[in-house]
């Protein structure tokens, strides 16, 4: 079986090939290695092959990696699963992006949150992306395409958090050619809503769909199983 270091330098290949086949830098576009359900092992041996960032999925996870890892000076954690208001405290602990902002409700409380802080360092702040509902499906969470710009004001409204960019996550479909409208509607909303000054991160593309992703114009793409394999239940040990 293939080692995580392995799994990830052909992720990085693939990124690499993809963005050079869409004309662009390889450097514009950065690999969130996604542990979510993975033990935190995986996580230390990703470290060690040269991965700083990591996305997780649910607070409780996320603290408990964090700490169990908390010597790897370099790592930078994403939140990057739905994220209600009540766990807020907890992330702003832990993670530097959250990905998944769908309210100006969570937004001022990320804002609360972060502030107090022990700490806190009025220079620093929050980054946060847009979770956008792209094909307006009724069981997912997310902000519907006409009522970004109005959540975007308030993010920008609270002092404590800086709105990087928005992120998306379409239907599932085996085929990730299907993925790409989606894409391409969330580039085209980006522009809409003054483009990537005001927006500069494009958070979309998972294990079966990053490289139509990246040719849709993806800065940020979040890979799983393509680096860490199945997911299975988490272990608690520290690694």
């Not at 990057?80 to 530097?96: D, F, T, W, Y």
């Amino acid at each position: 079986m293939s080692s995580v270091a392995e799994r990830l330098e052909r992720v990085r290949e693939r990124v690499r090939r993809a963005a050079e086949t869409a004309g662009r830098d390889p450097a514009s576009v950065r690999l969130i290695a996604v542990s979510k359900m993975h033990d935190a092992a995986l996580v230390r041996a990703a470290y060690e092959a040269g991965q700083r960032e990591f996305g997780e999925n649910y607070a409780q996870e996320l603290g408990d990696k964090a700490e169990a890892l908390a010597g790897l000076g370099e790592l930078r954690w994403h939140m990057i699963g739905h994220l209600q208001k009540n766990k807020a405290r907890h992330v702003v602990r832990h993670a530097e992006c959250v990905h998944t902002l769908d309210s100006g409700e969570l937004a001022a409380e990320l804002g609360k949150r972060w502030r107090a802080l022990p700490g806190f360092d009025p220079a620093r702040r929050l980054d946060c992306l847009i979770e956008v509902n792209i094909a307006a499906e009724a069981q997912k969470s997310g902000v519907q395409s006409a009522d970004v710009d109005g959540v975007a004001r308030g993010v920008e409204a609270v002092a404590e958090l800086r709105l990087i960019g928005l992120m998306c996550i379409p239907p599932f479909a085996a085929d990730a050619e299907a993925s790409r409208p989606h894409f391409q509607a969330l580039a085209r909303l980006r522009t809409e809503l003054g483009g990537p000054a005001r927006l500069p991160e494009l958070s979309m593309g998972m294990s079966g769909d990053y490289e139509v992703a990246i040719a849709a114009g993806a800065t940020l793409v979040r890979v799983g199983s393509a680096i860490f394999g199945e997911r299975r239940a988490a272990k608690s040990a520290p690694a």
